[in-house]
């Protein structure tokens, strides 16, 4: 191998590693990003849910008593 080939090779190489390290970073950032949207998803559905729970309950409870007083 000549060494014009040599140094396109490394060349080519080192365009392929920092592209590979790029793409990697990228990569993290769009996982890490899906990751915590998912979680701020299903923190608020949780929120959301124990709410409509709680006021379920309490309009029952509240019934209940009404009706035991008449």
Do not use: F, W, Y
């Amino acid at each position: 191998m000549s060494t014009v080939q040599m140094k396109c090779v490394l060349l080519i190489a080192g365009v392929l590693l920092t592209g590979c390290a790029e793409m990697k970073g990228v990569g993290r950032t769009i996982g890490h990003t899906s990751r915590d949207v998912t979680r701020e998803i299903g923190h608020t559905t949780r929120d959301v849910t124990k709410e409509i729970g709680h006021g379920t309950r309490d309009t029952v409870k509240g019934i209940g008593n009404e009706i035991k007083n008449m």
